[in-house]
């Protein structure tokens, strides 16, 4: 089993930037993917970028440009670089990690508010 905490949402201006952080522990040894996701009010849970062990990164085609997902294997951690936030952004973003995407390993979501 593998559980994950995020950390590192707020409120933030359009324009502005946030960092998120997320730290796997349990079974570490199963993780492959390990990502981010998030769910605006009303909306589906939707793909924001993930990233396997190895470094190969893939993007919603909505943040692109904008966010940028790294991952410190030694500490068990993956960051999601958030820049040039937009109204539209605002969301809880969920961390998840596992074999395969979206593997039954969720943490509790951290508030994303994008507003002036």
């Known amino acids: 089993q593998v559980q994950v905490v995020e950390s590192g949402g707020g409120l933030v201006q359009p324009g502005g930037s946030l960092r998120l952080s997320c730290v796997a522990s349990g079974s570490i040894f199963s993780i492959n993917y390990m990502g981010w996701y998030r769910q605006a009010p009303g909306k589906r849970r939707e793909l924001v970028a993930t990233?396997?062990?190895?470094?190969?990164?893939n993007y919603a085609d909505s943040v692109k440009g904008r966010f940028t997902i790294s991952r410190d294997n030694a500490k068990n951690t993956v960051y999601l670089q958030m820049n040039s936030l937009r109204p539209e952004d605002t969301a809880v973003y969920y961390c998840n990690a596992g074999p395969i995407p979206m593997s039954p390993s969720w943490g509790q979501g951290t508030q994303v508010t994008v507003s002036s």
């Open positions: 990233i396997t062990r190895g470094g190969v990164r």
